[in-house]
């Protein structure tokens, strides 16, 4: 069974311009979370999809960042314009059920903005 | 606003070694604690999940336990290999598996 993918692993690009990671989910897994590292801190929440409904996206940092999930199954996260603060790594994680269980999280995809 | 705090930052241990990573967080009221392990450019792997009601979880050589009411948590790993060297994070769950993250604990076992 394949586990979450990201893609891209790496993405580098200038201030302003824009960046659409993505993930797929574990196959059955309503449950959809993104978090992310910056720099030097811990990881935090982002937001987290039931199917194709944003259920809490209280730690989206601002609006240069649109979070889609279209049928419930992959989902997108944007940014847009990029600033150099947002530079880090961006997790994906599903789950199968809301009530409190496992995560199993992607690899992540690494964003450098210059 | 709960705080998750792992001590130490970084560990050095020569193989064999028993050893003992620390996890503590300021709001008792959580619905499970997860310990990971994150390998350098890798995702975060599930090690253990206790719950609420829990107290330990064990899993080949490590056993993680959990004191709710004092905000503490404890990963022990039995007669430590070089393999098992990588970052180790504590999340505990507020509820809807919105995790917040320690810091993590570097682990470095030599041979």
């Known amino acids: 069974e394949a586990g979450v993918t990201q893609f891209p692993s790496h993405s580098v690009i200038e201030k302003g311009q824009t960046v659409t990671l993505r993930c797929d989910p574990i196959s059955g897994h309503d449950n959809l979370y993104w978090y992310r590292r910056v720099m030097g801190k811990e990881i935090k929440f982002l937001l987290h999809f039931v199917k194709e409904s944003k259920q809490d996206e209280s730690g989206m940092p601002n609006n240069r960042f649109l979070a889609e999930r279209t049928g419930g199954t992959y989902s997108t996260l944007k940014v847009q314009p990029a600033e150099l603060e947002d530079s880090g790594v961006y997790f994906c994680a599903s789950s199968l059920t809301v009530v409190d269980g496992e995560l199993f999280f992607g690899e992540g995809s690494r964003l450098t903005v210059l | 606003k709960q705080e998750v705090t792992q001590i130490p930052a970084a560990l050095s241990v020569p193989e064999g070694e028993n050893l003992v990573l620390n996890c503590s967080f300021t709001?008792?009221?959580?619905?499970?604690l997860q310990w990971f392990r994150q390998d350098p450019g890798k995702g975060l792997t599930s090690l253990l999940l206790i719950q609420s009601s829990q107290r330990e979880q064990t899993s080949g050589r490590l056993n993680a336990s959990l004191d709710k009411s004092s905000g503490r948590s404890t990963l022990y790993i039995a007669a430590s290999q070089p393999g098992d060297s990588a970052t180790y994070l504590c999340?505990?769950?507020?509820?809807?598996?919105?995790?917040?993250f320690g810091a993590g604990t570097r682990l470095a076992v030599h041979p």
């Open positions: 999340a505990v769950s507020g509820g809807y598996n919105k995790l917040i």
């Open positions: 709001d008792s009221a959580i619905y499970n």
